[in-house]
């Protein structure tokens, strides 16, 4: 009986072909991100719309401001973290000495322990206005969540939306600002410690409250590494179906982060068409033609070909 599933030879070039261009792709994606080195899913994750957009809101760390731009709790945060920092290297006096002058420097209050002063204080002072509107519109937005006819009717979830993000955008360069002020502050805790304070406790990292593992900055540091690793992979034709179903469920993940037919929500035809190739490629087992997966697959059909011979014998 003739075999109408047997790929020809143009079919099997056009796998071969759908492979390493897409392997390609990928590739590429991860070397640009690495080469950037200021690559940043929250831009992204932000934008998400559909019903799972909180899901993908949620993975950045303190995605509504909510934290930040409360002075009082960063300036207590910021407060704690010093102290763990000085256990966490074991600060000897003049060291310790060096923490409060920097303390001062960064969120310190004035000679008669009134106010804060500071850089940090002064993101606050700076944006003082804009920080009051955002907490004065805080219940509105949350009331405007809790009710069915601005979450259900289309053009209402819009305008919605949009006072949400408007909101946000006013005090996005406040926020901006803290983030910078937060990571100086890390760095130059570190710098007081000594090489040998660095090397037996290792770096300090200020923990940011309610982070789980997978949050943005996580995703920062593997995306363009998977994304460099699935392309090799699929080029050279190695562990082809693993490759290629986890390039489709990470493409999938984007697709609903942009709920199709979603109100305001963005078109990804591109990300749904590479998606199916992924799943083709993962379903055909491409990485036998041109490619490192025929090893083992010939390894394991001439072991199966020598077993039914000794079983016919």
């Keep these: 009986m003739h075999n109408y599933a047997r790929l020809s030879i143009f079919g099997i070039l056009a796998l071969i072909a759908l492979r390493v261009g897409v392997g390609w792709h990928f590739y590429m994606e991860g070397a640009s991100k690495v080469r950037g080195s200021g690559f940043s899913s929250q831009g992204f994750l932000v934008a998400s719309q559909g ?19 409360d002075q009082a709790k960063m300036n207590g945060l910021l407060d704690q973290a010093t102290e763990r920092a000085i256990k966490h290297f074991q600060f000897t006096e003049d060291q310790q000495n060096e923490v409060a002058e920097l303390r001062k ?6 000679d008669k322990g009134e106010r ?10 700076d944006s003082q206005e804009d920080i009051f509107k955002f907490w004065e519109g805080i219940h509105r937005v949350e009331e405007m969540k809790d009710s069915p006819t601005w979450t259900q009717v289309s053009s209402l979830r819009g305008q919605k939306e949009k006072i949400e993000n408007d909101r946000l955008s006013a005090v996005r360069p406040a926020l901006s600002s803290i983030d910078a002020i937060w990571n100086q502050y890390e760095g130059e805790l570190n710098a007081i410690a000594s090489d040998v ?5 290792g770096y300090f990292h200020i923990a940011r409250p309610g982070e789980g593992l997978m949050s943005a900055r996580v995703a920062d540091q593997v995306i363009p590494i998977f994304d460099m690793v699935v392309g090799i992979l699929l080029m050279i034709g190695l562990l082809t179906p693993l490759a290629a179903w986890a390039a489709a469920l990470f493409l999938i993940s984007v697709i609903l982060s942009q709920m199709p037919g979603y109100p305001g929500s963005e078109p990804t035809y591109y990300q749904a068409i590479e998606c199916l190739a992924c799943i083709t490629l993962a379903c055909t087992d491409a990485g036998r033609y041109a490619g490192l997966d025929f090893l083992p697959w010939s390894w394991w059909h001439n072991k199966h070909r020598e077993a039914e011979s000794l079983a016919s014998t």
């Design 51 to 69: 019903p799972l957009a909180d899901k993908f809101k949620s993975l950045i760390w303190d995605h509504d401001g909510k934290l930040r731009l």
């Design 105 to 110: 420097m960064y969120f310190g209050l004035d």
């Design 116 to 125: 804060w002063v500071g850089k940090l204080n002064t993101v606050y002072a």
């Design 197 to 201: 304070q660095r090397s037996q406790s």
